[in-house]
């Protein structure tokens, strides 16, 4: 079709960028809450740390759905296209966050809260599983080999945006609220808000075509793969372990950074919700920044370099960390979140390229999707918990430390064993 051809890449990446943002915002929107409300409403009788770890636990349903939502969009965005899954991926993430701002609590409804919980985070968890690939591929197949790091790295810009949104409007709303208004009702509004971002999202991105790569493919091969995801794991076994071992400390990492962080500020250092709302705001606008930047660096001297320097950076810088975090300091408790968050990007920043150039077109979507989606029932999903309940039976956070760094060990390793990508054409990829 000619018209894929016609889209511009800026309205491609600003189509990827933007619908990552919203589905980001609702999946943090998630954490964030869990981490500060969730337990006081859904799980009101345990105590504060218990409450929250039960909070985490719902939260942690929606990775273990990710990578069954990244192996079914896969599957038909091999098939059928990258474009309409994006679209589906979008008006479910929307629908299920507008419900859970709509959902009553404990003392309203019993049991049937937390239920209700879990059901709707399993749907955000499926529906951003399918998210990322197909918005990375819709830049990486668009953008030009020699920049490709710099394009797809926009959707991974989405993340921290989506973050800087969500904890903007909690913060908004936390600050200007009394503590009792804020469980009661106004943690609510970002979630309700989501209706009105999905609306936006949608529209923008019917704009844009589908990729001109993914419709050459199709012509050559001319019947799709039928089974892409067994594909994967038959032609590109070690791609996929490379992928994932490139996850590992990146996912651990960022959900320490963004989430347990709330909790460990709140509950165990005593410092004000406003405070590790407004770090986090600060943090996440940094990367923002950062992750172009980096992506670009990763485009001169290679993706390896670029994603092990942050890997192994962040694995020493996690034993400063809550040390930081517990000064009472509050220029270094954000201090410590940008150092963290910025590390952080010198994987995520490249890791889009990196991921997408590991895999040929036909089966790309399937193959980066499992990739990337593999690690979140043990890592990402988990990393809240495994700290909580460390910090909580040793009484320390040297054990959590300890914890980052071996994941932030295995990624450093994964992306030294990797091949260098950069620069490589996608089309030539078999």
């Not at 009788?45 to 990244?70: I, W």
């Not at 079914?72 to 098939?79: E, L």
């Not at 709302?277 to 996440?284: Q, R």
């Not at 956070?397 to 992306?415: L, N």
Request: proline fraction near 5%; hydrophobic fraction near 55%.
């Amino acid at each position: 079709m000619a018209t894929s051809r016609k889209t511009p890449l800026r309205r491609v990446i600003a189509a990827s960028l933007i619908g990552t943002t919203i589905e980001w915002y609702d999946f943090f929107l998630y954490g964030s809450a869990a981490a500060l409300v969730f337990n006081k409403l859904f799980f009101p009788s345990f105590d504060p740390l218990v409450g929250t770890l039960l909070a985490f636990a719902t939260y942690s349903v929606g990775f273990v759905a990710r990578p069954l939502g990244g192996i079914v969009f896969g599957h038909y965005g091999d098939r059928i296209g990258r474009k309409k899954l994006l679209m589906w991926s979008l008006v479910m993430m929307g629908l299920a966050t507008l419900l859970i701002g709509l959902l009553p609590g404990y003392h309203s409804i019993g049991i049937w809260a937390p239920i209700g919980l879990i059901v709707l985070r399993v749907v955000q968890g499926f529906a951003v599983g399918g998210e990322w690939g197909g918005a990375v591929l819709m830049a990486a197949e668009y953008g030009d080999s020699r920049r490709r790091g710099y394009w797809a790295s926009w959707p991974q810009a989405g993340v921290p945006l989506g973050s800087l949104l969500s904890a903007g409007i909690l913060a908004l709303m936390a600050g200007f609220q009394s503590e009792a208004d804020f469980i009661a009702w106004g943690w609510r509004v970002p979630f309700l808000l989501s209706a009105v971002l999905v609306a936006v999202g949608w529209y923008i991105r019917n704009r844009v075509a589908e990729t001109p790569m993914f419709e050459a493919a199709m012509a050559e091969a001319e019947v799709p793969p039928k089974l892409p995801a067994i594909e994967v794991f038959r032609e590109r076994p070690r791609a996929v372990l490379l992928g994932a071992g490139l996850r590992v400390g990146e996912n651990i990492g960022y959900y320490i950074l963004t989430v347990f962080s709330l909790t460990f500020l709140v509950d165990v250092a005593s410092e004000s919700r406003s405070l590790a709302l407004d770090a986090l705001l600060i943090g996440a606008a940094v990367q923002f920044v950062a992750i172009p930047l980096l992506a670009t660096l990763s485009d001169r001297i290679g993706r390896r370099s670029v994603y092990a320097f942050g890997a192994f950076g962040l694995g020493i810088f996690s034993f400063l960390f809550f040390p930081m975090l517990a000064s009472g300091n509050d220029a270094l408790i954000i201090l410590a979140i940008v150092i963290g968050l910025v590390l952080h990007a010198s994987m995520y920043a490249p890791q889009a390229a990196f991921i997408t150039e590991l895999f040929p077109t036909r089966i790309r979507y399937s193959g980066v999707s499992i990739a990337y989606q593999l690690t979140s029932i043990f890592a990402g999903s988990l990393a809240p918990i495994i700290a909580l309940w460390l910090y909580k039976d040793l009484g320390s956070s040297v054990p959590v430390s300890i914890y980052v760094a071996i994941a932030c060990t295995i990624s450093g390793v994964s992306a030294l064993l990797a091949r260098e990508t950069k620069g490589v054409e996608l089309g030539d990829i078999r």
